[in-house]
């Protein structure tokens, strides 16, 4: 494939971007005429796509735990698209359990996946932004990333990593002239709910964690978002002159996360008078 000439044409790095959100990025990069390299575990998955998109379209292979592929796909992408405009770190997993059923090799290996790749790829895409004074990297957490509930600890452990990284990065790398962009999606008509990995249950959470469990089993496919229009969401919000830093998708995410707000001011309010003044302070 070769180098974007027009200037108004990016240049895409997406990973997981051959199902669920990262899918509709890159069919809406895309439609937009821009160029992508989809990074992937199974490039196979990618061939009808790229036969459909053969200027466009490159596919290389990533698992974003292995730091050596890290480096291979971003030269890949870097070669083939002539520079980096828009990093999507996109690729993770689903996760259900308590945190005493969570083993530590489960632990790790979702934040592995889910706070390190993505961490591992923003730096590596860094140095070339910053030689262009451009660029954005969009960081798909969820609405996990700022909130957590019964069972999913793990999960919302390691996106939330990702959102307090995240916002440091924004500010260090703003005056640079590269945007950042927090994706905090709720529920959408993605793979997600069907391929979520489990932790072994214990019976005393089974009023809590296996509620939760079954719920987001049953709700596979019946989710109420649309990832095309979320894809459509990104891609506008893209284009504003100022761009926030969070871009919530979908209703649910937004009530959450509103919800969430809501809890923690009126934990503030209720010990505001342990923590501040002559109750805490030297005179």
Known sequence: MSSPSDSATRGWLITGANSGFGAAFTRAALAAGDAVVAAVRRPGTMAELAAAHPDRL???????????????????????????????????????????????DELRHAMEVMFFGPMRL????????RRRRGGAIVQ???????????????????????????????????????????????????????AIATAAPLPDYAATVRVIRDNLAAADGRQPGDPAKAARALLAT??????????????????????????????????????????????
């Open 58 to 104: 490159t596919v290389v292979a990533l698992d974003v735990a292995d730091a050596e592929a890290c480096q291979r796909a971003v030269h890949a992408a870097e070669s083939a698209l002539g520079r980096i405009d828009v990093l999507v770190n996109n690729a993770g997993f689903g996760t259900v359990g308590a945190l005493e059923e969570t083993t530590e």
């Open 122 to 129: 923003t730096r590596l895409a860094l140095p070339g932004m």
């Open 140 to 194: 798909l957490t969820s609405m996990g990333g700022l909130l957590a509930f019964a069972g999913v600890g793990t999960y919302a452990a390691a996106k939330g990593a990702l959102e307090q990284a995240s916002e440091a990065l924004a500010a260090e790398v703003g005056p640079l002239g590269i945007r950042v962009l927090i994706v905090e999606p709720g529920a959408f008509r993605t793979e997600f709910n069907g």
């Open 238 to 283: 893209l284009a504003l002159p100022d761009p926030p830093l969070r871009l919530p998708l979908g209703d649910d995410a937004v009530t959450a996360i509103r919800a969430k707000l809501a809890r923690v001011e009126g934990d503030i309010t209720a010990t505001a008078h342990l923590g501040t003044g002559p109750a805490i302070n030297f005179p």
